[in-house]
C-alpha cells in the first residue's frame, strides 16, 4: 500500500471521502476489501455524524418503533 | 410481503458491514420489508472470497420470504453485456441500481413509508430523495443506534468495533475462500428465483 492509498484511507475512516470514490482509488476495491484495509491500519469506519440530521433519524426512528416514539 | 414500511438496503456498506460483525439479522428486528436492489446483492457477494460475502448469501435463503431482491434494468444491462466481456466492472452499478428501485413510481402507495439504508459515507452525498416526507435516509449506524434506544441490542458502537476489526479474524476469510464455489451457485440460484418472479 502506498502512501496515497493510506491517505485515501484516512480520509474515508475520518469521513472525507466516501466509499465509492475510495474503492476507485483501489482499482474496484470492494466494501469489504476496505474493511480489511482499514483494520490493517487499525483505523476506524467512518461514522455519519448526526449533526443536521436529528429530523431525519427522529422520523425514521418513528417509523421503525411507530409505538415508541413521541 | 407487503407491509407499510420499507427498508431499501441501497448499497453494499450495510450488508457487508452487518454481514461481518455477524449481525445481519438486526435487519429483521423491524417490522419493514427489506428490498435489496439486484445489483447491490451482485456487488455484496460476486466473488465468495470477498468478506462477508458467505454470510450474506447464507442469510439470503434463509429470510428470502422477508427479503425482496429488486430487478434493475441496471443489472439487466450490465448481466448481459458480461457475456462478451467477463470481467467488466462498473463502480457505480448497485448505486445506479438502487437510485432506479428509489425512483419506481409503485414502489411506495399511499401511506407507506421508506427507508434508505446507506453506508456511513453515503448519507451525505448524491442520493436525492424527492418525497421527504415519505423517504429518509440514514447510515447503518445511525439504524443500530435506534435499535439500541429501543433495547433491541446492547450496543451499536460494539457491531461497529466488530466490522471495524474485520481483518483480523482469518479464519472466516479463508472458510469464505473454500466455500467460493458454493457460494456462486446459490447467488446464480437467488437471482434465478428473483426472475421467475419478477
Not at chain 1, 496515497?4 to 469521513?15: C, T
Not at chain 1, 483494520?39 to 426512528?61: C, F, K, N, V, Y
Request: net charge negative; hydrophobic share 45%; aromatic share 6%.
Amino acid at each position: 500500500m502506498n502512501e496515497q492509498q493510506k491517505s485515501a484511507l484516512e480520509a474515508f475512516s475520518s469521513g472525507k471521502m466516501t466509499a465509492i470514490e475510495l474503492r476507485r482509488r483501489f482499482g474496484g476495491a470492494t466494501y469489504g476489501d476496505i474493511l480489511l484495509l482499514l483494520s490493517e491500519l487499525d483505523l476506524p469506519l467512518p461514522r455519519a455524524p448526526t449533526m443536521g440530521r436529528e429530523e431525519q433519524i427522529r422520523l425514521a426512528h418513528s417509523w421503525m418503533f411507530p409505538k415508541h416514539v413521541p | 410481503m407487503s407491509r407499510k414500511f420499507k427498508i431499501f438496503v441501497v448499497d453494499t456498506g450495510p450488508l457487508i458491514t452487518l454481514a461481518v460483525a455477524e449481525s445481519l439479522d438486526y435487519l429483521l428486528y423491524v417490522n419493514a420489508d427489506i428490498i435489496i436492489p439486484d445489483a447491490v446483492l451482485h456487488e455484496a457477494t460476486h466473488d465468495a472470497a470477498h468478506l462477508g460475502a458467505q454470510d450474506i448469501i447464507v442469510w439470503m435463503k434463509a429470510h428470502r420470504t422477508h427479503i425482496e431482491i429488486a430487478p434493475t434494468k441496471a443489472y439487466e444491462v450490465f448481466n448481459a453485456a458480461r457475456a462478451t466481456m467477463p470481467n467488466l466492472h462498473i463502480p457505480d452499478l448497485g448505486e445506479r441500481a438502487a437510485v432506479e428501485v428509489i425512483e419506481e413510481p409503485d414502489r411506495l402507495l399511499d401511506d407507506e413509508r421508506g427507508l434508505l439504508l446507506c453506508e456511513e459515507t453515503a448519507v451525505f452525498k448524491r442520493i436525492i430523495v424527492r418525497d421527504r416526507e415519505r423517504i429518509v435516509e440514514i447510515s447503518t449506524l445511525d439504524f443500530l443506534r435506534i435499535l439500541e434506544a429501543e433495547q433491541c441490542i446492547q450496543s451499536a458502537e460494539y457491531v461497529f468495533e466488530r466490522a471495524s476489526k474485520a481483518g483480523r479474524f482469518p479464519s472466516r476469510v479463508t472458510k469464505m475462500n473454500e466455500h467460493d464455489e458454493l457460494t456462486r451457485r446459490a447467488i446464480q440460484e437467488l437471482m434465478k428465483s428473483n426472475h421467475h418472479h419478477s
